[in-house]
């Protein structure tokens, strides 16, 4: 299973971006993708999860800003964030959970300017 995660970048407070995560070597369809972020010094948390049914779930921090979604087709998962917050920079991972094992992307940072 391979993730790899990008569309990260430098923008500005207010500002919006669009991770994207691309999927190999699992039936893609079929798995919850989970959205994760490292801000700078602290530990990695939850951000998204978006199932195999679509139902999406997000931590109440990024609530009615951040949006998750997903193309099987593609095989591709997003997250669109809207009206970034400094408090927001952070290392974005995508991961997945196949056979009781967890799967991430590298990473993709995002960074927030005042």
């Known amino acids: 299973v391979q993730l790899q995660a990008s569309g990260g970048g430098l923008v500005q407070a207010g500002g919006s971006l669009r991770l994207s995560c691309k999927a190999s070597?699992?039936?893609?369809?079929?798995?919850?993708m989970d959205w994760y972020r490292q801000p700078p010094g602290k530990q990695r948390e939850w951000v998204a999860s978006?199932?195999?049914?679509?139902?999406?779930n997000l931590v109440d921090a990024v609530k009615g800003r951040f949006t998750v979604s997903r193309d099987n087709v593609r095989r591709m998962a997003y997250l669109q964030l809207d009206r970034l917050k400094p408090e927001d920079t952070a290392v974005y991972y995508c991961?997945?959970?196949?056979?009781?094992?967890?799967?991430w992307g590298q990473g993709t940072l995002v960074t927030v300017s005042s």
């Open positions: 070597g699992i039936n893609f369809s079929l798995h919850t």
């Open positions: 978006i199932t195999s049914g679509h139902d999406t």
């Open positions: 991961k997945t959970r196949r056979s009781g094992a967890d799967f």
